[in-house]
């Protein structure tokens, strides 16, 4: 049903420069250097993941939940926080990990989660975390924690060092 929603396919169509997809990896040569892998399982799903996108078997809740679900407003509790945001945001604008404005509203299927500015430990300075299991319709509810269990998913170098 995910690839018949035409609610999303539609907002796909008219705005497809939200949607660029970039793969710096050659997946195929990934596959191959890593053939001798001792658990080909999970060198098989991320290499899935990398030619077909993540969350393929991610449950949808399609026809359940919100069509949109903008769940992005938290409070912010200083200037200093606010500035750093911004250009966080524009940074990862600037490098497209995030899509640039389009507007006031989400387009159908688009869900926001929170973004937080947290302090480095003894420092002045912030880090930016996104929220994926904020709220509600917290797009990590879309994940059963049996499908991944025992594997962290916070960053690269966290799945470097599951696959060696």
């Not at 018949?4 to 907002?11: D, G, S, V």
């Not at 939940?65 to 903008?70: G, N, R, S």
Request: contains cysteine; negative net charge; hydrophobic residues 45%.
């Amino acid at each position: 049903a995910k690839f018949l929603n035409l609610e999303a396919l539609a907002a796909i169509h008219a705005h497809p420069e939200l949607f660029a997809v970039s793969m710096p990896i050659n997946v195929d040569r990934f596959e191959a250097l890593l053939a001798s892998h001792p658990n080909q399982p999970f060198v098989q799903s991320v290499c899935c993941g990398l030619h077909k996108g993540f969350w393929p078997y991610a449950d949808m809740h399609y026809g359940e939940w919100p069509l949109t679900w903008d769940n992005s407003q938290c409070p912010i509790q200083s200037d200093e926080e606010a500035s750093f945001l911004r250009a966080q945001v524009q940074k990862e604008v600037d490098v497209g990990c995030y899509s640039p404005v389009f507007g006031p509203d989400l387009l159908p299927e688009m869900y926001s989660m929170p973004i937080h500015a947290v302090p480095k430990p003894r420092s002045a300075r912030f880090h930016l975390v996104m929220d994926h299991s904020a709220g509600q319709f917290a797009l990590n509810q879309m994940i059963f924690r049996n499908d991944i269990a025992g594997v962290t998913l916070d960053n690269v170098q966290d799945l470097d060092n599951v696959l060696r």
